[in-house]
């Protein structure tokens, strides 16, 4: 007897296999006009490898069976250690072969635009073990204030292998760095951190202090070392704690608990302890640890600008993708015409957010490897922007391609669900490393420095005169910028020049229609929800541009 019901119809084949690099025709544009003579074969490999089942799979069990804390071992001896699926190994040892982490500061010039698009597109395979990964890529300009510290740590830094063995770092093929600002009367401001460090000596490493007090938010706690904000009697310092004293002994990080958190499921997210025998040592000067961990910070909230597009780009791709082969009332959703506008509308956000992203990334290369004012000035001006803008619009984007997808978008179904894990991920990058208003702010400190205006206008030149609304809203700009903007209006201006940055690169090297549609939505009204693109819209030359090869 039949116990078949019914035959399962209209459903949609699985994008596997497929090279996200060959797919994604604007990384391509935005990548080839930061940098003409980028590595293609680099992309190529890694496109084909993060697009593999291999790769999905991986990201999947990495997500499903998340990291576990082990405080103590069998007899009751502290040992402080988290333990990971193999896939979350797997996965970091790809993000360190294709050299996404402290490689591209031996690399000349050119290496921080192609990991940057490394970066972005190593994204769509997993998000979230990308956090150790940044954060050994941005520790290395605060590192150098140590010279001592960075001619042991840098070689293992940079290393393109990757270690899983907890082990001093002296025995290791690969090293990782995590960091420890925030604490649990506030994270915005870390002048109030209560951490103390009292000074014991000195050695090979430099100034040593003994550390006393507890990181609410510590990820990535398995990484080699840590850059930690203490008070010493200088005022609030910045120190490298080693998992491991130069004696070979555990320097005592009591990892309290992992945070049960809403998506990033494969990264460990801990809270410690130091218990006045973990030992740190001093980079740069007492008194001057916020801006010195800032050094780092600004490279990982270029990494949040980064990982966002790369997510929105995922996002966009496995929408196409099933509404290409999904019907609904006698046509492929694709070919609805008010689909069509939601598709299109998406696809100029992701493209507008991989070539904001993608140009900050030029900005920081320019300015590692030469004395470019000019690329200093933007580079300063468009870290809090980009943080600010793509990842704002990042949850929004990821409802709204989940909802191209319908009920099943929403459905987890033993972590096959992508689009449902693409949406949980999505707000971290808005919260972590200075959340959305404090990058809002930080806009208007960056507006302080001498030649933003000037800077600016170079930087829009391409668009004047190309678009009415783009001539409006740039017009506006000079009397908006000289610092005399209130804290309450900072969101919309870190919006508008977002927007204006964006739209004189789409100009750059996207289509016209690209640019005029990208204008004409967003330049003289308020985006609100997506797909509300104006009749006469070129919608299919948009999605040309954006459909997957
Ligand atoms: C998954 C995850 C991992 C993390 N990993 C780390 C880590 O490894 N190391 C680490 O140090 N931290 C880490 N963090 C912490 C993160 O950086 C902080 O949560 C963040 O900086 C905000 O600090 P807070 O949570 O204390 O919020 P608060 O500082 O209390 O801020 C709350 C809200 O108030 C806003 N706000 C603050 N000041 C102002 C102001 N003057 N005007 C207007 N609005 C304001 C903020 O924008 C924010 O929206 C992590 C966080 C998450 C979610």
């Known amino acids: 007897m039949s116990n078949v019901t019914h035959e399962v119809t209209n459903q949609v084949e699985p994008l596997v296999d497929v090279n996200l690099f060959r797919a994604n025709r604007p990384l391509q544009d935005a990548l080839r006009f930061n940098l003409p003579a980028f590595d293609e074969d680099r992309f190529h490999a890694l496109g084909d490898e993060v697009g593999s089942a291999a790769m999905q799979r991986h990201a999947r069990l990495a997500n499903t069976f998340t990291p576990a804390l082990r405080s103590h071992d069998r007899v009751g001896r502290r040992i402080d250690q988290v333990e990971f699926h193999p896939s979350y190994h797997a996965l970091m040892e790809s993000a360190c072969r294709h050299r996404l982490h402290g490689t591209p500061w031996s690399e000349g010039p050119g290496g921080h635009i192609e990991r940057a698009a490394a970066f972005m597109l190593f994204t769509e395979a997993e998000p979230s073990i990308l956090c150790p990964i940044s954060m050994t890529y941005a520790v290395t300009p605060a590192l150098r204030a140590n010279a001592a510290l960075t001619a042991a740590w840098g070689p293992g830094l940079a290393s393109a292998h990757y270690d899983e063995r907890f082990l001093p770092f002296g025995q290791k093929a690969g090293l990782t760095m995590g960091m420890g600002m925030t604490e649990k009367q506030g994270g915005s401001d870390v002048r109030a ?12 490493w430099g100034r040593r202090y003994l550390v006393t007090g507890h990181k609410w938010f510590f990820s990535a706690p398995m990484c080699d070392a840590f850059l930690v904000l203490a008070q010493s009697a200088g005022g609030l310092s910045c120190l490298f704690v080693p998992r491991w004293r130069p004696d070979g002994s555990a320097n005592p990080i009591r990892i309290q608990r992992l945070k049960d958190k809403l998506g990033n499921g494969a990264n460990a997210s801990s809270e410690v302890e130091f218990d006045g025998s973990t030992l740190g040592w001093l980079v740069g000067d007492e008194g001057r640890g916020v801006p010195q961990i800032l050094a780092m910070g600004a490279l990982t909230r270029l990494d949040c600008a980064l990982g966002t597009a790369g997510l929105m ?24 015409p008010l689909m069509k506008n939601v598709l299109a509308d998406l696809a100029l956000e992701s493209e507008a957010a991989t070539a904001l992203a993608l140009r ?10 030469g004395n470019d ?5 933007i580079r300063r001006v468009l870290t809090p922007i980009a943080k600010f803008w793509i990842c704002k619009r990042g949850a929004g984007y990821a409802q709204e391609a989940m909802e191209c997808l319908g009920g099943n978008g929403y459905v987890e179904e033993g972590g096959e669900g992508v689009m449902a894990r693409i949406y949980r991920e999505m707000p971290v990058n808005s919260i972590w490393e200075g959340a959305g208003n404090i990058m809002a702010l930080d806009l208007l400190r960056a507006l302080r420095g001498a030649d933003v205006a000037a800077a600016l206008a170079q930087e829009l030149a391409p668009a004047r005169g190309e678009h009415a609304a783009f001539d409006r809203l740039a017009s506006t700009l000079p009397d908006r910028i000289d610092g005399s903007t209130d804290e309450a209006q900072a969101r919309m201006l870190a919006r508008d020049i977002a927007l204006l940055v964006q739209a004189a690169l789409l100009r750059r090297h996207s289509t016209d229609a690209v640019f005029a549609a990208f204008c004409g939505s967003r330049l003289d009204r308020a985006a609100d929800v997506f797909g509300l693109l104006p009749a006469g819209t070129p919608f299919d030359a948009l999605l040309e541009r954006a459909l997957p090869r």
């Open 373 to 377: 004012a000019q690329e200093a000035v």
């Open 193 to 204: 951190n209560t951490t103390q460090a009292h000074a014991d000596g000195e050695d090979a």
């Open 313 to 336: 780009r995922q996002a966009l791709t496995l929408a196409l993708h099933h509404t290409r082969q999904r019907m609904a009332f006698g046509k492929l959703l694709s070919e609805q």
């Open 360 to 369: 900050l990334a030029r900005s920081v290369d320019a300015s590692e490897h």
